[in-house]
């Protein structure tokens, strides 16, 4: 087992990670997010996911594009790895991978990339993009990442597609990290655990119990092996750190009390009919219940709500059935992602040294 890796998501869209009228302390622009870039790399994160939205969905009124945003973070930080979710449908592979190359050069290798397929219908019809059926945008998700791979490693790419053709096309400089750098997905259909399987390198995962979490993994896991890969796992979950588990409760009720009705019904249906469109009918969000869908990837379900003990104790549960890596989302962001890095991933450290003892101590036994 290696080390477990934390990432936070980057609030680069208006409205926090929470679709509440609950006042939050949480900023979306340069300046905030400034801010909690360099509050997250001095209190242990590794890396920060930003989000890819270009319309209003869930009351993201005003969004500020990923890879342009994760390239000013990269000026103003030094350890902190940079992810940029993007949508293959709004970009063209060869151009995305000059892009992700260019950030990799200048932030000496922290550069990470998330491939959504996409469920907001209304980004690519309004764009003029065709809007493609559930497996077709996990097909040319896949192809997009087979164009990035192929000319971040060869002299120069030909790739002929049924979405994209390449044509001797070159790219230099390659990214520092070249193949390496890290590719994440997510996704819970069939269509998106057979991708994650043959091409990507993490697997993410909504909110969900550790029941759910070990029925995923088993799953991809055993898809990965018969195409002799293995995946890294990483989890989304809302982070709720208080004194006292009572707070931390009271907090999550006021939040889902405060629940922006519409919006939150909105983003049910769009992401029900994307569901529905799956040859499984297993859409990221299939199994959602009102409440879960006020934090909109089920952050609420991993239960990171509690005192810094409790919440410790939840992540080595999440790793022990085999997740890396988690993805926190928070309230007010300054202060709870400052008292997340400071109370909480050091005493997950103590623990996973703890664990690594014991099972050395096991072995001999």
Do not use: C
Request: aromatic residues 12%; glycine residues 8%.
């Amino acid at each position: 087992m290696g080390n477990f890796q934390f990432a936070y998501w980057v609030p680069n869209v208006s409205g926090g990670l929470v679709v509440s009228k609950l006042p939050q302390r949480t900023g979306w622009n340069f300046e905030s997010n400034k801010k909690y870039a360099q509050i997250a790399e001095q209190s242990g994160y590794d890396y920060a996911l930003l989000q890819t939205r270009f319309f209003a969905s869930y009351g993201a009124e005003n969004q500020l594009e990923a890879i342009t945003l994760a390239s000013a973070l990269a000026s103003v930080t030094d350890k902190l790895k940079l992810i940029s979710a993007v949508h293959p449908g709004l970009w063209h592979p060869g151009v995305y991978a000059k892009m992700l190359a260019t950030l990799d050069q200048i932030s000496n290798g922290r550069a990470a990339v998330n491939i959504v397929s996409g469920w907001f219908k209304q980004e690519f019809i309004g764009y003029g993009e065709p809007w493609l059926e559930h497996d077709e945008r996990y097909r040319r998700a896949e192809e997009f990442i087979q164009v990035l791979r192929s000319m971040w490693t060869e002299e120069t790419t030909t790739f002929k597609g049924d979405f994209y053709r390449i044509n001797e096309a070159p790219l230099k400089p390659k990214p520092v990290q070249g193949a390496e750098l890290p590719i994440f997905q997510g996704g819970n259909s069939l269509a998106a655990k057979q991708m994650a399987a043959r091409v990507s390198d993490f697997y993410f995962m909504n909110g969900n119990t550790l029941e759910g979490f070990k029925t995923q993994i088993h799953e991809v896991k055993a898809l990965a092996e018969k195409e002799g890969r293995n995946l890294k796992f990483a989890v989304n979950g809302f982070a709720i750190v208080r004194d006292t588990k009572e707070e931390a409760v009271q907090l999550l009720r006021d939040i889902v009390a405060s629940a922006d009705v519409e919006a939150v019904n909105g983003f049910k249906e769009a992401v029900k009919e994307a569901g529905q469109s799956t040859r499984d009918k297993q859409g990221m969000w299939a199994n959602s219940t009102f409440d879960d869908l006020v934090q909109y990837n089920d952050g609420f379900k991993t239960g990171l709500i509690g005192t810094a003990e409790q919440v410790a104790d939840r992540i080595i549960e999440l790793k022990k059935i085999g997740i890396d890596l988690i993805l926190t989302g928070h309230f007010h962001y300054e202060e709870d992602l400052q008292r997340f890095g400071e109370e909480v991933i050091p005493l997950v450290k103590k623990k996973e040294q703890l664990l690594e003892k014991e099972g050395t101590a096991a072995s001999f036994s």
